[in-house]
Each structure stands twice: as structure tokens, then as C-alpha cells.
């Protein structure tokens, strides 16, 4: 059995990581993970819980195939709950592929900084077991390091998701500035638009009425003998 | 450098059903549920037809998960009740 513990602090807040966490993958700093698929989930207490299925190519060295068996697509289960309450994020991950050969249980937290609530700290921890097969302890440590350059790559990959998301943000902060002009020029003209054809309007009414006004007052002006027939 | 822009399914077919209920579900997580609101039914149309589609995926792969993990939410859900 191999133990491998790992912590990190991002300088973001909770919320941020938490966020960034669920879209994490695709990134193109762990290109091995091909898919992420939820299989279960529901709110709970006011808890999100969620099983979700990860599938990954893990690239185990040839000489291990004679020993476990060849798998070209590794499945992963992993277990999570988000805590928005106590701001709490934990992620339980196991792997499904080569179970009976080696189990990698791994445990990521991510809960705010305790001295800084605008940082969020990350506790990695992995349990290595291998059992059955020769070589356990070598194909332990083999296990472990990988595990320890995932861990830094997914920690850079976290980042790279919250610079993205960032942009994603900023973006649509400028398309809505953007749209809020267009609105805003747009209704200029329209209003612009109706006033000057509501002048328009009024001109023809008002020059209308004018004739109107002239044609009631001619005819009113007329003298009643021309305009009575003459009994 | 190459990079997909959604993360795919297990299987192709569920790719698209996948990256609508994702995209529903990360507006959801942080403009609802982050800030309080646990009424999760704004995207369960999009998980629902999702899930039909992997579900029938995993039978496929022949994917079985451990009854542990699948007990975690079960569990969980018995223990704890729905608020």
C-alpha cells in the first residue's frame, strides 16, 4: 500500500475553484481524460451528490501488460459532494478498469483557505494498492509518481479552466456592453424615427385640418344664394 | 495546440445530449445552487434524455460500477431526508 498526500492553494475564491472543478476537462494539459459522463445526481440536505463515470487512457508502461492485462480505456467512478453551506467540496475517485490487480483511491477536497476566504485550499490524497501480481511494490511506486505529476498537471489544468471561464466572462461582459449600445443607439434612431414621422404625421393632420378648417369656413362663407336652390 | 471545446461522452452518440445538460448544469451550479437555490429542475429535461443515452451506453461497454458506489448515493438519500 502507498500513500501519496499532496495540498495546493489557488489564489481564487471557493466559488470560482468549485465551479472551475466541474469544468475541468477538456483541458489541453490532461489530454488522457476522454470523457466525463454524470450517472447520477441529486440534491440531497441541500447537498449536491453526484456519481460520475471517467474514462481515461492512464498509458501503463508495456511491461505491465503481461501482469494485469491491456486496456486501451481505463474507467474511473468518482463520487462527489458540493456543500455550498460550510462551502465544502469533496471528490472520491476509484478505478473501475484492472479493480482486481490494483485499486487507486483518491481523495480531493477543496475547501476556502482558513487564514484567507479569498483562496481556496486543495488536499489531494491517494491511496495505491496492489495486490496479486509480482512486482506489487515496484508497480506501487510506479502508481504513485504518476499519480503525483497527474496531480500538479490537473492542478495547472484547474487554473487554466478558471482563466478560461474568466475570458468566457469578460466576452460576454463585452458583448453585452457591446449590445447594450447597439440597444441604445437603436432606440435613439427608432425614437428619432417616430418623432420625425409623428411630426410628419402632425404636419399633414395639422395642414389636413388647415384645409379642412378653410373648406368648412368657404363653404360657411358662401352666400346662402348660391349655395340654396331657389324654391 | 488542438483542443475539443466540450468534453466528450462515453459514447458519441451522447456527445450532444451531454454538452446541453453540462452547459445547463454549470449556469445552474453557479447562478442557483452556489448561491443558495437547491431547486434543481432548471436543466432536468436536458439530464433526463442524457441519461436514457448513457445508460444504454454503459450496457453497451459493458460498464458495471461497483454496488459500493452505487450504494453512495442510495445510501445517502435514505439516510438523509429530502428537504
Known amino acids: ?231 | 495546440m488542438d483542443h475539443r471545446e466540450h468534453m466528450n461522452s462515453l459514447n458519441d452518440t451522447c456527445n450532444e445530449l451531454k454538452n446541453q445538460y453540462d452547459k445547463c448544469f454549470n449556469t445552474w451550479f453557479s447562478t442557483k445552487f452556489l448561491k443558495g437555490d437547491t431547486n434543481d429542475s432548471m436543466c432536468a429535461s436536458f439530464y433526463s434524455v442524457y441519461q436514457q443515452c448513457i445508460k444504454k451506453a454503459m450496457k453497451e461497454h459493458n460498464i458495471e460500477l461497483h454496488d459500493a458506489q452505487i450504494n453512495h448515493l442510495e445510501t445517502d438519500k435514505e439516510k438523509m431526508p429530502q428537504s
Open chain 1, 1 to 231: 500500500m502507498k500513500v501519496w498526500m499532496s495540498e495546493h492553494i489557488f489564489n481564487h475564491p471557493w466559488e470560482t475553484v468549485v465551479a472551475a472543478a466541474w469544468q475541468k476537462y477538456p483541458n489541453p494539459i490532461t489530454p488522457s481524460v476522454l470523457g466525463t459522463d454524470v450517472i447520477d445526481r441529486k440534491v440531497v440536505d441541500g447537498k449536491l451528490k453526484s456519481l460520475r463515470l471517467v474514462s481515461s487512457q492512464w498509458g501503463f508502461p508495456r511491461w505491465t501488460k503481461p501482469l494485469i492485462g491491456d486496456a486501451n480505456i481505463c474507467y474511473a467512478s468518482e463520487t462527489s459532494e458540493v456543500d455550498p453551506a460550510h462551502r465544502q467540496m469533496v471528490l472520491k475517485t476509484r478505478n473501475l478498469t484492472f479493480y482486481n490487480y490494483i485499486t487507486v483511491d483518491e481523495t480531493v477536497r477543496y475547501t476556502p483557505h482558513p487564514k484567507d476566504d479569498k483562496k481556496t485550499l486543495l488536499t489531494q490524497e491517494a491511496v495505491v494498492k496492489v495486490h496479486g501480481v509480482p512486482l506489487t511494490h515496484y508497480m506501487e511506486d510506479l502508481l504513485a509518481s504518476k499519480i503525483s505529476f497527474n496531480a500538479s498537471k490537473g492542478r495547472q489544468a484547474i487554473e487554466w479552466v478558471i482563466s478560461k471561464i474568466d475570458r468566457e466572462v469578460q466576452d460576454l461582459a463585452n458583448s453585452a456592453a457591446k449590445t447594450a449600445d447597439e440597444l441604445i443607439t437603436t432606440t435613439r434612431h427608432q425614437i428619432d424615427d417616430i418623432t420625425s414621422k409623428t411630426m410628419h404625421t402632425m404636419d399633414e393632420i395639422q395642414s389636413a385640418a388647415k384645409k379642412s378648417f378653410e373648406e368648412v369656413h368657404d363653404l360657411s362663407s358662401l352666400p346662402p344664394t348660391a349655395s340654396m336652390p331657389k324654391l
